[in-house]
């Protein structure tokens, strides 16, 4: 039974999904948390269990002593300042700045794009519509994909958003991971070696082998 009663803050995930980014940064915290899988295959997110919680039927959701928290920039927002001894949200304007501007991309950009080839009943109702916005959305999930890898291959810059490690890392991990994965197929290593490397070096942190192991995924 789906409950949002919990001593500790509670991640509602799924393996795979964008809720990955807020399972990293939680791990990174190094504070309790309770996660709870929604198996979204099974339709679990439009249960009415779930729904009395985040009437969107999406993940993640974080419920903080009985504050929730939905949409994954406003969850590791949430997450970086509830936990300020982890230091996952830069403190200076330009990183800050940097930070939101790679999480609002990845949220918007990327998923957005994804989401027309992974989805496309959301966005037309006929099977020739569906078909159209599926190829569509092929051909621009390719050319946002290369766009972040012609940004980060640009930066001298050891993480996304700057010298230091944030939440911002974690979602490119995330989707690097989409772009690997059977809907796209994408050979991350050959075509995208900047963002690769970026990934690579995410995946090494502890907190984020514990996440992947949780969900049951493999490392860059």
């Known amino acids: 039974m789906i409950s949002a009663q ?7 995930y799924s393996p795979e999904a964008c809720s990955l980014a807020a399972h990293i940064a939680l791990e990174e915290t190094g504070e309790a ?3 709870v899988r929604i198996a979204l295959a099974d339709g679990e997110q439009r249960s009415a269990g779930y729904l009395a919680i985040n009437p969107k039927g999406r993940v993640p959701t974080l419920v903080d002593d009985g504050f929730v928290v939905t ?4 969850v590791l927002l949430y997450i970086a300042r509830r936990f300020p001894h982890a230091a996952l949200w830069p403190g200076d304007p330009q990183g800050e700045a940097r930070c ?3 999480v609002a991309w990845c949220a918007s950009g990327l998923h957005e794009t994804f989401g027309h ?5 959301r966005f037309a109702d006929s099977d020739a519509a ?6 569509k959305g092929r051909v621009s999930s390719r050319a946002v994909w290369e766009m972040v890898e012609r940004r980060l291959a640009a930066s001298s ?6 010298s230091c490690y944030s939440v911002a890392d974690g979602c490119l991990l995330t989707f690097w991971i989409w772009g690997r994965a059977k809907t796209l197929r994408y050979d991350m290593h050959r075509d995208f070696p900047a963002w690769t490397a970026l990934a690579t070096r995410v995946a090494q942190r ?5 996440a992947l192991e949780r969900e049951g995924l493999l490392a860059p």
Do not use: H, I, K, M
């Open 157 to 162: 810059d050891q993480w996304a958003a700057g």
């Open 206 to 210: 502890g907190a984020v082998r514990r």
């Open 117 to 121: 080839l992974r989805r496309p009943e």
């Open 6 to 12: 919990s001593t500790v803050p509670r991640l509602f």
């Open 130 to 135: 569906r078909r159209e916005v599926a190829d």
């Open 33 to 35: 948390f309770e996660p």
């Open 100 to 102: 939101a501007e790679w």
């Open 71 to 74: 949409e994954l920039p406003a």
